[in-house]
């Protein structure tokens, strides 16, 4: 089969496309052939080596993948050649990638895709999607009627993240930049504060004078002075971006609040966490409330070149789509 693989770590550069032997499904796991892969920021920590996980060489990039069922293993039940399915957990842990005609997925990281709902559009979703349920609800406790801050609700997870919050019954306020306020809102924010607004903070505590309950900064800035000081009593701060950050944390100010901060990150996320946020993503792909903002599709064999412009910043949201068979 042909993927796009890496036989070490290291830039882009180590991406190389070329033909590897397909893999080989074990009792439990589903052989899926490949329609589409995204490209995420954190497969590029993994290529890089900025995320250390277990990998054999080669070892084929990419975490998220649309496919069909090629063939499933006798412990495999609920799967049939033909079906319809996504993963978002693969090319870490010691499991091989998506980005390749032909994937071996473990049953209980793959679920079906809902009747109707476009491959490249759910494959372009599925990770951020993820990333935000477990950040509000398994790591963030949301409640209804809670206040809820989306730091950077324009981009791919902060979407998700407003989408969510918003339909649990809590209050969104969300910052982007000002052409992106009118996003946010139809998305389900109240209040949308221009990030760049020198008066930040202010604005965002006329619009939550009682304080914010769930903070969450998909942008990786962290400011957690600020942070604390717009918490609620009992408020909670999770970090899901920023590996780099060096923050400042008002420890006094956080523990007189009863206040929290829990760090996260999806790959460590077990199989049932995962399986509770798929479940959830996919009734929002069924009801039409979970799409790409921006999608560019591309063949497979410019992975490397994909992974190049990601790190470059070039993307602003649009989410780069890897068909193996273009």
């Known amino acids: 089969m042909r993927a796009a693989f890496a036989e070490r770590l290291g ?6 496309y070329g033909e590897l032997p397909s893999p080989v499904p ?23 080596g900025v ?22 293993g006798p412990g495999a039940p609920g799967f049939a050649v033909g079906d319809l399915v996504w993963s978002n957990s693969l090319g870490h842990g010691g499991r091989q990638g998506a980005a390749a005609e032909q994937a071996v997925v473990a049953a209980d990281r793959l679920y079906h895709l809902p009747e109707g709902v476009p491959p490249v ?58 052409r992106d306020a009118g996003h946010c809102r139809a998305l389900g924010a109240a209040e949308v504060v221009d990030y760049r607004d020198p008066r930040q903070a202010e604005r965002l505590r006329q619009a939550a ?4 309950d769930l903070w969450l900064d998909t942008s990786g800035v962290n ?37 929290s901060i829990r760090g996260f990150v999806i790959s460590h996320a077990t199989s049932a966490e995962l399986a509770e946020a798929a479940a959830a993503l996919n009734r929002l792909l069924a009801a039409g409330r979970l799409r790409p903002r921006s999608t560019e599709s591309l063949p497979l064999s410019e992975a490397a070149a994909a992974h190049r412009r990601m790190e470059n910043g070039e993307l602003h949201g649009r989410r780069l789509i890897l068909l193996p068979g273009a």
């Open 11 to 16: 830039p882009p550069d180590v991406i190389r």
């Open 223 to 259: 400011d957690l002075t600020t942070a604390v000081d717009l918490l609620a009593p009992r408020g909670r701060i999770v970090l899901l971006a920023g590996a780099a950050s060096r923050p400042v944390l008002p420890a006094g100010q956080l523990y007189m609040k009863d206040g």
């Open 121 to 178: 559009d759910a494959v372009a979703v599925v990770h951020p999607g993820a990333t935000a349920y477990l950040a509000l609800f398994t790591h963030g406790g949301l409640r209804p009627g809670e206040t809820v801050l989306v730091g950077g609700g324009a981009g791919n997870v902060g979407s998700a993240l407003i989408v969510m919050a918003a339909e649990a019954g809590a209050r969104v306020l969300a910052t982007a930049a000002a």
């Open 51 to 72: 995320f250390r996980t277990p990998m054999a060489f080669p070892f084929v990039i990419g975490r998220d993948l649309v496919g069909t069922v090629a063939a499933a």
């Open 209 to 212: 004078p009682n304080g914010v």
């Open 26 to 48: 074990g009792p439990t796991d589903v052989l899926v052939d490949v329609l589409a892969t995204a490209v995420n920021p954190v497969d590029t920590f993994v290529r890089s």
